[in-house]
């Protein structure tokens, strides 16, 4: 074990050491696959209970009341996904429903009961790094891998899109983008609390090659969701930091990033143009996921206060969809790729407010706290711009990542100097 690994761990008793381990497994498993991030939480959950039980308690004593109740925010959210289960006509699909959302649940669970003050700012710090770190083996790797493909007298084009990579193209954006967010709280901080010991070069090298990354992997929702996380940094560091200098770097950066993928591979924009052009011409209608979002409102309304039910989504959407003359949507079973209007369809207005309550619940916390308000403010602009695009509580991919990583900024405010 190397001398940074040792200082994470000396510390630490054998339970304490077994949770941190398990939430280091978490944070490596999440960006390879969601199968391997699902077995990371069940270890986790059972390290955290070993935890609670060598401690001889089951309550995290070391968190503020702002905390648990962020964690609360959570657990009530899963509460009326399964509240609305019992009105559900479909049974069968409501329970798979709410199987799939128990994450909501399980993750701040794990942060109640798993005693956790011996998390320190370096902790939290390394469970991100661990994260870049995958992303940027997984860059590599995928890169050889097309390198090979395209050597053999393959293709790297399916229809007008450009695969660069097998992984859905949303979630992996909202993984690079939440990466991109901490290496910029990274940036700005001082020199001797940073936990990347390397040049500001080298930090800006990986954060251009996770904007490559996304442009690449052609999804409109993250580069929406950069342009959004960019202009937040920009904002930052110039008005409250006044780094001007490291503004004008990474403005440069992201404008030569784009310019050059634009030139060199003009067909990765191919489906953000089609929409820019749909829109101009005032066919929005044309456009697929305007299309899924006007029939997902025409669900919501049928029963806009509790909803129609977590069992009962799907089957209404497909028949709205018929009715629309949408028969894209029905045939590939789309759902609505929208995370706010998939909530509204089946919990109503009653899980809407939840659900935007739990996603405020980091910025509330860091606000009260005085602490953490970087990260906190920039992983809750990604997240609530990414679902917006994607039905993401609908995938383990989405859900486990969303729910873990807001679940490590609400702790990271206490750990926070």
Same mark, same amino acid.
């Given at each position: 074990m190397s001398s940074k690994a040792r200082q994470l761990f000396e510390r630490l008793s054998w339970s304490e050491s077994a949770l941190y381990a398990s939430m280091l497994l978490m944070s490596i498993a999440l960006p390879i696959s969601w199968r391997l991030g699902l077995m990371s939480m069940i270890i986790m959950t059972v390290a955290a209970v070993v935890n609670a039980i060598a401690k001889r308690s089951f309550f995290n004593h070391s968190l503020t009341k702002g905390t648990v109740v962020a964690y609360a925010l959570m657990m009530f959210l899963w509460v009326v996904w399964l509240a609305s289960a019992l009105w559900s006509s479909n049974q069968a699909n409501a329970w798979h429903v709410v199987g799939v959302k128990l994450p909501l649940f399980i993750m701040p669970f794990v942060f109640l009961i798993g005693e956790t003050s011996f998390l320190t700012q370096k902790h939290i710090q390394?469970?991100?790094?661990?994260?870049?770190? #995958?992303?940027?083996?997984?860059?590599i790797v995928i890169l050889i891998r097309d390198i090979i493909i395209i050597a053999q007298g393959g293709t790297l084009m399916?229809?007008?899109?450009?695969?660069?990579?097998?992984?859905?193209?949303?979630?992996?954006?909202?993984?690079?983008?939440?990466?991109?967010?901490?290496?910029?709280?990274?940036?700005?901080?001082?020199?001797?609390e940073r936990v990347l010991r390397m040049p500001l070069w080298g930090q800006f090298s990986i954060i251009a090659v996770f904007?490559?990354?996304?442009?690449?992997?052609?999804?409109?929702?993250?580069?929406?969701?950069?342009?959004? *996380?960019?202009l937040a940094c920009v904002a930052h560091a110039t008005i409250y930091r006044r780094m001007w200098r490291a503004t004008l770097i990474v403005v440069g950066v992201v404008a030569a990033a784009v310019i050059a993928s634009y030139i060199a591979f003009p067909n990765?924009?191919?489906?953000?143009?089609?929409?820019?052009?749909? *829109?101009?011409?005032?066919?929005?209608?044309?456009?697929?996921?305007?299309?899924?979002?006007a029939c997902g409102l025409q669900v919501f309304r049928t029963s806009p206060i509790i909803g129609v039910g977590c069992g009962?989504?799907?089957?209404?959407?497909?028949?709205?969809?018929?009715?629309n003359?949408?028969?894209?949507?029905?045939?590939?079973?789309?759902?609505?790729?929208?995370?706010?209007?998939?909530?509204?369809?089946? #919990?109503?207005?009653?899980?809407?407010?939840?659900?935007?309550?739990?996603?405020?619940?980091?910025i509330v916390v860091a606000l009260r706290e005085h602490r953490g308000r970087t990260l906190a403010c920039l992983?809750?602009?990604?997240?609530?711009?990414?679902?917006?695009?994607?039905?993401?509580?609908?995938?383990?991919?989405?859900?486990?990542?969303v729910v873990w990583w807001m679940c490590v900024s609400i702790i990271n405010v206490r750990c926070e100097k």
């Open positions: 390394t469970l991100f790094s661990a994260l870049c770190a #995958t992303l940027i083996v997984r860059f399916h229809g007008n899109d450009f695969m660069f990579d097998p992984l859905h193209h949303n979630y992996l954006a909202l993984y690079l983008l939440t990466a991109i967010a901490f290496l910029y709280t990274e940036i700005v901080r001082p020199r001797d904007i490559v990354y996304i442009i690449v992997i052609a999804s409109r929702s993250g580069l929406v969701a950069l342009l959004l *996380l960019g990765l924009y191919y489906r953000i143009m089609c929409t820019v052009r749909n *829109l101009m011409a005032g066919n929005g209608g044309n456009d697929v996921r305007i299309m899924m979002d009962d989504v799907w089957q209404m959407l497909q028949q709205i969809f018929l009715e003359g949408f028969e894209e949507g029905s045939v590939r079973d789309f759902d609505s790729h929208n995370q706010y209007l998939e909530t509204m369809m089946a #919990t109503g207005i009653v899980g809407f407010v939840a659900q935007i309550a739990m996603m405020a619940a980091p992983l809750t602009i990604v997240f609530a711009v990414c679902i917006f695009f994607e039905a993401t509580f609908g995938r383990q991919m989405g859900l486990l990542f």
